[in-house]
């Protein structure tokens, strides 16, 4: 526990500083973030080609400075190197059609879903809406970690996350829900950015169940390759996905809510 607060201590303030400053500063961070997120899913993986990893990291940095400076062409990138990892794999020595699946896989994973933090910058007031996206993610962890702690009785998906219970699963979306409805209520106030209550009502409850999943999506891939953590990088979290597994799945839903919604 006590790891757990010191690494909040010191990522929280890093995460503001990042997020204020936007722009290359963020890109940057993202980069560091998805790089070393590749890296412990490949290795979890059990990919023990080195050279195959760099290469994969690369191919996403390349996607993330995309979604930063060149959107229209996500689509077409994403289609070419889904191409480029079959071709890969056939000219390879050790090819595999499951390591051609997996090193994709990694990328829209990990690189195109936490790419769309960046895609806050195209949008009205994205500087302080993209906070929407950490706010559910955390308030949804916390709040399910101490009340299922507390009144934790039933198992939520025991095959596949055994500590997690119903009744933390439920604190965790009541939590967002406040969480989100607060940060709404202080936009309005303090920066006169007004959406309408219900849309936060929405993202709070919706986001949160999302957030879960991308959690139990994170423990899934464990439980199949028997890790416990992806890493270590985070005393107290594990690695960078210990950390950021329920974002994956958070800021996609979050940006095309909020672009098609608001």
């Given at each position: 526990?006590?790891?757990?607060?010191?690494?909040?201590?010191?990522?929280?303030?890093?995460?503001?500083?990042?997020?204020?400053?936007?722009?290359?500063?963020?890109?940057?961070?993202?980069?560091?973030?998805?790089?070393?997120?590749?890296?412990?899913?490949?290795?979890?993986?059990?990919?023990?080609?080195?050279?195959?990893?760099?290469i994969e990291i690369i191919i996403g940095i390349g996607l993330l400075i995309i979604m930063a400076k060149y959107q229209d062409w996500i689509l077409p990138y994403l289609i070419i190197i889904f191409i480029f990892h079959f071709i890969y794999q056939i000219l390879s020595k050790n090819s595999t059609f499951e390591k051609a699946l997996l090193g994709y896989n990694g990328i829209i994973y990990i690189v195109l879903l936490l790419g769309h933090i960046l895609l806050f910058n195209n949008i009205k007031n994205g500087s302080y809406l993209v906070w929407l996206v950490f706010i559910i993610a955390w308030s949804?962890?916390?709040?399910?970690?101490?009340?299922?702690?507390?009144?934790?009785?039933?198992?939520?998906?025991?095959?596949?996350?055994p500590k997690k219970s119903i009744e933390?699963?439920?604190?965790?979306?009541?939590?967002?829900?406040?969480?989100?409805?607060?940060?709404?209520?202080?936009?309005?106030k303090f920066h006169n950015i007004y959406i309408p209550l219900y849309n936060y009502i929405i993202l709070g409850i919706v986001s949160s169940i999302l957030a879960q999943f991308g959690d139990l999506t994170a423990s899934f891939i464990k439980r199949n390759y028997n890790v416990k953590d992806f890493g270590n990088i985070f005393p107290g979290?594990?690695?960078?996905?210990?950390?950021?597994?329920?974002?994956l799945f958070t800021a996609p839903i979050v940006y095309y809510y909020i672009v098609i919604f608001t």
């Open positions: 526990m006590i790891k757990r607060v010191l690494t909040s201590i010191i990522g929280i303030p890093l995460l503001i500083i990042i997020l204020s400053l936007g722009g290359t500063p963020l890109l940057i961070s993202l980069i560091i973030v998805a790089s070393l997120g590749l890296y412990e899913l490949y290795k979890t993986y059990q990919f023990v080609d080195n050279g195959y990893i760099i949804t962890d916390t709040f399910a970690y101490f009340i299922g702690i507390k009144f934790g009785k039933h198992k939520l998906i025991p095959a596949i996350s933390g699963s439920i604190g965790g979306v009541i939590g967002s829900l406040l969480s989100c409805t607060l940060y709404g209520a202080y936009l309005y979290h594990g690695g960078i996905l210990d950390r950021f597994d329920s974002i």
